[in-house]
């Protein structure tokens, strides 16, 4: 085709509306925008907000799969939960497992970077050591802690090295829990050491110095300045945890199935189990309106929060 | 820092390193024990005997390669389709104006927002309708498009709002429209946000197990950490030696690849952590 070919098809076209009048470059610019957004938009909508308020229309419902129906039963699922003796014991161990492990995994955390952030040799070495657990697959982890955790795992033969004759670890009603935390701590802690670490090599040495000059110890240092220093990172990692915490599954899955009794069942465990093992999808369906409303409610809390805790917002 | 207190930092990271190493380095040498020594007491920290048989038997209970090529490839579309989806929406959330920016980049955040376990029992029911279960079309979809996505356009607008505005100009200028400019500038300057959110998005993939279980039942169709758990007798007890060979083939490639690019792996993390 040649120039002179375009410019007879330009002239073809209506004179009262010129294309290039209409395709002024902020219009260009949005339909461009509009369509860059648009796999992730139609994502959201498709696999997040509908989702989302099927929830609440399937919480109404009793739905059977091999038939494929559906039947309203109105307020019942709603009523079946407030009955259902196994909620107060399900929820605490999941108000336990969160607690556990977000209070370990921050303490740890933290230390593990301040230990890091010292002028020390080999600080690289360890800091891939601690994160190493990260990139082991999570399964394959869970698997080997279930192996190490026997009866006559590798925990208790290093106990027994040192004279002390350990407990079967998962199926004790309190190490069962402690078990499952430790094995999550131990997995993830290294993202928030990351995180805690690049705070801390953000707050500003001449804080410390002057600190020191008036005559601070290590101790009040750290919580006079280095806390309030990192704590919008102290936020950010805890509500990252929090829901992380909430999310759990795979580990007691493969670690306890949810027991001995309910002593590790979570709530995400108890709506796989009902929904899924159960189909009692309706039900399951119910319990994940409530997860949503525990999610919602914490998030809530810590954003309220952050006033009190948090010394700057960067 | 005095000699004693180096030498007391070393101490207490050395014993703190202990449950981060010992499993995983229990895990690579008891899969090369004889089933014996794997409850051998005192334990053998160094296997003195090797056994390689179980690593066969990983593949005659179960079709292991298939499941392997399942996670690999299932893993690699998730993170290609992922970078792709995030990168557009980060840019476009970022540097272009468009009428409803605001209320659109809300709704998209909502993700960030629900975990996935509030919305299993719908996308069950939804892809059981479309007659999509038992095939791996949840597993890919829904992390490229829903809420795991989410995270990675948030990261990568993030970065993109840091850019420069004279680069942008400068390119149109020289005549490259808006998708140009993307593709041209802006896109080969965000290669340490796509890192990272490459890293996260393969990693999330390959460690999905509340997913494939729901929606997967044939064995030739799961993924590695569902199959993982399949290595058990008739009486439902796990055949240890086998599932430590398993889990040794899963781990340890990916460990070894990350470890030796943990440099740029956890600079990239915290930077992007931080800007988060």
Redesign the interface.
Request: charge should be positive; avoid cysteine; aromatic fraction near 14%.
């Given at each position: 085709m040649t120039a002179t070919d375009l410019r007879e098809g330009t002239a073809a076209r209506p004179a009262t509306r010129p294309p290039r009048a209409f395709w002024t470059i902020?219009r260009?610019?949005?339909l461009?925008?509009?369509l860059?957004?648009s796999?992730?938009?139609?994502?959201?909508?498709?696999?997040?907000?509908?989702?989302?308020g099927?929830?609440g229309y399937?919480s109404l419902q009793e739905?059977n799969?091999l038939a494929g129906t559906f039947e309203f039963v109105g307020g019942e699922n709603y009523a079946k939960l407030l009955a259902d003796p196994n909620l107060g014991q399900v929820l605490t161990s999941t108000a336990l497992f969160s607690a556990g492990l977000v209070v370990l995994n921050l303490a740890l955390a933290l230390t593990?970077a301040v230990?890091?952030d010292?002028?020390?040799r080999?600080t690289?070495f360890?800091?891939?050591?601690?994160?190493?657990?990260?990139?082991?697959?999570?399964?394959?982890?869970t698997?080997?802690?279930?192996?190490?955790l026997q009866q006559?795992g590798?925990v208790n033969?290093?106990l027994?090295?040192a004279g002390v004759d350990g407990p079967n670890w998962l199926r004790g009603e309190s190490t069962a829990l402690l078990s499952v935390v430790?094995v999550q701590v131990?997995k993830n802690v290294?993202?928030n050491m990351?995180?805690f670490?690049?705070?801390l090599q953000?707050v500003p040495r001449q804080l410390y110095e002057a600190a020191q000059l008036d005559g601070a110890g290590a101790w009040t240092r750290f919580l006079r300045i280095t806390v309030p220093q990192i704590s919008p990172?102290i936020l950010?990692t805890s509500i990252i945890t929090v829901?992380g915490s909430?999310?759990v599954?795979?580990q007691i899955?493969?670690l306890t199935q949810g027991g001995p009794g309910l002593s590790t069942t979570v709530l995400?465990y108890y709506?796989?189990q009902q929904?899924?093992q159960f189909r009692h999808?309706g039900y399951?369906?119910t319990l994940?309106v409530l997860?949503?409303l525990i999610?919602?409610a914490l998030?809530l809390l810590q954003w309220r929060l952050r006033r009190k805790w948090v010394f700057h917002e960067? | 820092m005095s000699r004693r207190v180096k030498l007391a930092l070393y101490a207490v990271l050395s014993a703190l390193c202990v449950p981060f190493v010992f499993p995983t380095w229990w895990m690579v040498t008891s899969s090369v024990k004889p089933i014996s020594d794997i409850f051998a007491f005192p334990p053998a920290l160094v296997p003195t005997r090797f056994d390689f048989s179980t690593y066969a038997r990983v593949f005659e209970l179960q079709p292991f390669g298939q499941q392997y090529l399942n996670s690999l490839y299932i893993a690699a579309v998730v993170t290609a389709g992922t970078m792709a989806v995030a990168a557009m929406a980060g840019y476009a959330f970022a540097r272009i104006r468009f009428p409803g920016q605001n209320v659109l980049f809300l709704v998209v955040l909502v993700g960030l927002l629900i975990p996935s376990e509030v919305t299993i029992v719908p996308l069950f029911q939804l892809f059981h309708t479309a007659g999509l279960t038992d095939t791996h079309w949840p597993l890919i979809l829904v992390p490229i498009l829903g809420a795991p996505s989410v995270l990675a356009t948030f990261i990568m607008r993030q970065f993109f709002i840091t850019l420069p505005g004279e680069l942008e100009e400068a390119a149109r200028v020289d005549g490259l429209g808006r998708f140009g400019t993307f593709c041209r500038v802006a896109l080969p300057l965000a290669r340490p946000a796509l890192g990272a959110v490459a890293i996260f998005t393969f990693l999330h993939s390959w460690n999905l197990y509340l997913e494939p279980i729901v929606f997967l039942s044939t064995p030739s169709k799961f993924t590695l950490p569902q199959a993982l758990t399949q290595f058990v007798d008739a009486y439902g007890s796990p055949l240890w030696n086998v599932q430590l060979s398993a889990a040794t083939m899963t781990a340890l490639p990916i460990l070894v690849v990350f470890v030796l690019a943990q440099r740029q792996f956890i600079e990239g993390l915290a930077h992007t952590g931080l800007k988060g």
């Open positions: 902020p260009r610019d949005a461009v925008g509009y860059m957004i796999p992730q938009l139609a994502g959201s909508v498709l696999f997040v907000l509908l989702p989302l099927l929830v399937y739905w799969v593990l230990l890091l010292q002028k020390l080999g690289t360890f800091r891939t050591l601690f994160f190493s657990p990260v990139l082991v697959s999570l399964v394959a982890w698997i080997v802690w279930q192996f190490l006559d590798g033969g290093l027994g090295l430790v131990v290294g993202l990351v995180l670490l690049a705070a953000g990172t950010l829901v909430l999310q599954f795979a899955a493969v995400v709506l796989y929904a899924f999808l399951g369906a994940s997860l949503f999610v919602a998030t960067s | -």
